[in-house]
């Protein structure tokens, strides 16, 4: 019986914590497809990264590497975007 119980607490706690973490695991990818989309998805690697998905995985962390891409028009949009994304964090 204990044995039962024991098992069931360590479920339920963990699928606690794997519904947090999708939570918050989808929730970055969801931004990671938004600055994708802005990007002008030529994947021509100008940028130094080998596709537009790996230049919006990293504009996550340091947006000032937009400045790489040549070609993307809407640089302003992408920086105003992820501006106000890290000003929703304070």
């Known amino acids: 019986m204990i044995g039962v119980l024991l ?3 360590i479920a339920f706690v963990l699928s606690i914590m794997i519904v947090f973490l999708n939570h918050v695991l989808f929730k970055r990818r969801r931004k990671v497809d938004i600055i994708e989309q802005m990007l002008p998805g030529y994947n021509c690697g100008m940028c130094g990264f080998g596709s537009c998905l790996g230049m919006a995985v990293k504009l996550l ?5 937009i400045n790489n891409c040549k070609i993307c028009k809407n640089k302003d949009e992408i920086i105003k975007y992820l501006g106000d994304d ?5």
Do not use: C
């Open 61 to 65: 962390s340091d947006y000032s590497l």
């Open 86 to 90: 890290k000003n929703e964090k304070k």
């Open 7 to 9: 098992f069931t607490l």
